[in-house]
């Protein structure tokens, strides 16, 4: 028994020694010299490589090899740049991160203004996105290959694994919430997704890919300010439009409180312009600068009809346009007095100059802009008030009168039954 | 004595009168209907900024739907108007019938009207005699003169807001803006006299509580008639015509329709009035 056991134990000592002879041959003899990819390979290659602590040193060979880097020719060590010199394998558990800035230096440095670099830097949030977060590590492919993490048409769940898990928001405090998920349903989402546009934009095309910022960054492509720029990008005409607007000039100017496409269009949830929901939507959106507006327009039938939840009659943009919105006094305006009769025209067929008369914001309580409604709104309180107070008056006393009459019996003094033939 | 019913009516004293027409209880029963489709079709939009609002407009199928029907209902009620002026205009030109200009008989406000209101008043804070009425009293002189105002300013306003394009060649637009005004005021100040000051006047005051179905029947007994239309009796007795009167009483369905229309309207009146009362009152 003894002597099996020691025949077992010498065996297995002459195996690890070959093996390790095996492994160490083609570096021991030149130490200074870096080890190359397959040296690497012989024990990352393997799928069942591990750390002490159970993790997962494996890399798939032939992943690394399809990738840009593999194609090109990379040394492993060209990466992980300590290991050049390492002398001793299997090497130090804890090696500095892959160098990308080696060769990216100008991504790199674009990385590090954004707001995820930020979050690694200040608030030591690891969960926020470095380069292998986005691109990968051993299998990384250019974005135009359409396997890449970062292809147009991927980019949405590479951005998503963050910006789409609940738990990571929550974690990572990210203010704006689940916002792939608000895009998945928004017009820019059903065309990246549902119909596979090359054109509709994912989440880089407004944001920008190394260099995402805050969107209070004046630097940012989402900035207040910027935003119709980024838009213009691929609504080109529409940019043109809105620059001209009364809108569109004030942004200019530097206004802080004029919109911008944000404003009505939302950022994420961006909706087809013609659905019921939007176009309801964006009337409170007008509403918050143009509260009067909003008021008055309230008191008119479209206003009513579209407060009760239908959007078949005129709200704002139906009259004063959507981007191409003047001051009323500007003759390009569709409420101009030029132009106000074909305005009402695209519903009131048989709109005149007579009809168009008719103030869609009158105010029975302003004197000045309304005198003849303001006076007859005067008059209707009046009637009103004279009628209920003087019948509210009237019934009170007459149900107080009747309940001591009938308290006093001298009332029940007739049945309706009486009215029937035969007195049920 | 052969059984003849006027004459049995003559010979024991009758033990109803009649004092509306059928045409004058039809035409009350389509102007009822008429009034409660447009009041339910029409105050969504005047408190379109209610949540019961929104409710309401959908129970009517969307608001494209509710101008229908409110608009069916218009038409219906302006055909009620249209053929109540036509009776009137035919007693009046036809018959030669002066009675409804002025007298008892009429609907026109008189100085009687004026002094049995202050009685009225004066016996209702116990300072007098309940007054003596003739064949219409005051209140219901006033509710007619309401609906009839409220019809023509809220028929007519209404039109112009139905056919803006038409009404424009007659008058500037910002006429559509008093149309519009004095439309929904209108009806509201109609909605709220009918469905709280008539309903009281008519039915829930209480000694007609819970209601009074003689616009249904058209007939009073002849105790209320003796009661509460004292002068008319007396008159109608001394001038021998208070036989022309006489009826037997209403056959039992009239009775039962009247009593399950008027009590749904009443129902459905005070349950607006409760919605407007809580918008108003918020």
């Known amino acids: 028994m003894i002597r099996v056991l020691s025949i077992c134990c010498r065996v297995a000592v002459a195996l690890a020694a070959t093996a390790s002879l095996a492994m160490a041959a083609p570096q021991k003899p030149a130490a200074p010299k870096a080890p190359s990819n397959d040296d690497c390979l012989a024990c990352h290659g393997d799928a069942g490589a591990v750390r002490a602590d159970g993790r997962s040193v494996a890399v798939k060979p032939e992943a690394f090899a399809e990738s840009i880097h593999g194609l090109s020719g990379l040394a492993c060590v060209d990466c992980h740049a300590d290991l050049a010199r390492a002398a001793e394998f299997p090497h130090a558990e804890k090696l500095g991160p892959a160098q990308c800035a080696s060769c990216h230096d100008k991504a790199v440095a674009s990385y590090d203004t954004s707001v995820h670099a930020q979050a690694r830097r200040s608030g030591g949030n690891l969960a926020a996105a470095a380069c292998a977060d986005c691109h990968g590590s051993h299998d990384i492919r250019p974005s135009s290959d359409t396997a890449s993490r970062t292809n147009h048409a991927r980019l949405l769940d590479t951005c998503g694994r963050c910006h789409g898990n609940e738990e990571i928001i929550k974690r990572g405090r990210i203010a704006i919430g689940n916002v792939v998920e608000l895009f998945r349903d928004s017009i820019h989402g059903k065309a990246l997704i549902k119909s596979g546009l090359s054109v509709a934009p994912t989440c880089t095309d407004c944001h920008g890919g190394h260099d995402i910022r805050r969107k209070s960054d004046p630097a940012s492509k989402v900035f207040r300010q910027t935003i119709p720029t980024t838009c213009s990008r691929c609504h080109e005409g529409i940019g043109r439009e809105y620059w001209a607007s009364v809108h569109g000039t004030q942004v200019a100017k530097g206004s802080p409180l004029a919109p911008v496409c944000s404003n009505c269009h939302t950022a994420h949830d961006i909706r087809r312009s013609d659905v019921e929901g939007w176009k309801l939507e964006v009337i409170k959106e007008c509403g918050t600068c143009h509260q009067q507006s909003l008021e008055t327009y309230r008191d008119t039938f479209h206003g009513q009809v579209t407060a009760l939840g239908y959007s078949r009659v005129a709200s704002c943009a139906d009259c004063h346009g959507g981007h191409r919105i003047f001051p009323k006094a500007d003759a390009r305006s569709t409420v101009s007095d030029a132009r106000r009769v074909a305005t009402c025209k695209t519903c009131h067929t048989g709109a005149t100059a007579s009809f168009a008369k008719y103030d869609p914001h009158a105010d029975p309580n302003s004197h000045e802009r309304n005198p003849l409604l303001f006076y007859t709104a005067q008059f209707m309180k009046l009637l009103l008030l004279g009628v209920f107070s003087f019948f509210g008056l009237h019934t009170a006393l007459w149900f107080g009168r009747g309940m001591q009459q009938k308290a006093a019996g001298q009332w029940p003094r007739r049945r309706d039954e009486d009215s029937t033939e035969d007195g049920e | ?282």
């Open chain 2, 1 to 282: 004595m052969t059984v003849h019913a006027p004459a049995a009516v003559h010979a024991a004293a009758p033990t109803h009168y009649r004092r509306f027409s059928r045409a004058d209880r039809l035409l009350h029963g389509f102007l009822m209907f008429s009034f409660l489709g447009l009041a339910f079709t029409g105050l969504p939009l005047l408190f379109s900024h209610e949540a019961w609002a929104a409710t309401l407009a959908r129970v009517f199928g969307g608001f494209r739907s509710a101008g229908v029907i409110h608009r069916t209902c218009a038409v219906v009620m302006i055909t009620v108007f249209t053929i109540h002026l036509s009776r009137i205009v035919r007693r009046l030109f036809g018959q030669k019938d002066l009675g409804i200009l002025w007298g008892p008989g009429s609907m026109v406000p008189q100085p009687r009207d004026f002094f049995e209101m202050v009685a009225h008043l004066r016996w209702f804070i116990g300072l007098g005699a309940q007054p003596r009425f003739d064949h219409f009293t005051y209140w219901e002189k006033f509710d007619y003169w309401a609906v009839f105002w409220g019809m023509g300013i809220i028929g007519g306003s209404g039109l112009v807001l139905w056919f803006p394009e038409l009404f424009a060649h007659l008058l500037p637009g910002w006429m559509f803006n008093i149309a519009m005004l004095i439309h929904g005021e209108e009806a509201l100040l109609a909605v709220g006299f009918i469905f709280t000051i008539h309903f009281f006047n008519g039915h829930l005051r209480p000694e007609k509580f819970p209601m009074d179905s003689v616009i249904f029947t058209g007939r009073v007994t002849a105790k209320e008639m003796e009661e509460e239309r004292a002068d008319e009796f007396d008159r109608l007795r001394t001038q021998g015509r208070i036989d022309e009167y006489a009826s037997a009483a209403a056959p039992r369905w009239i009775y039962r329709l009247g009593r399950t229309a008027g009590g749904i309207a009443v129902v459905l009146g005070l349950v607006m009035v409760a919605l407007i009362l809580f918008a108003v009152l918020q």
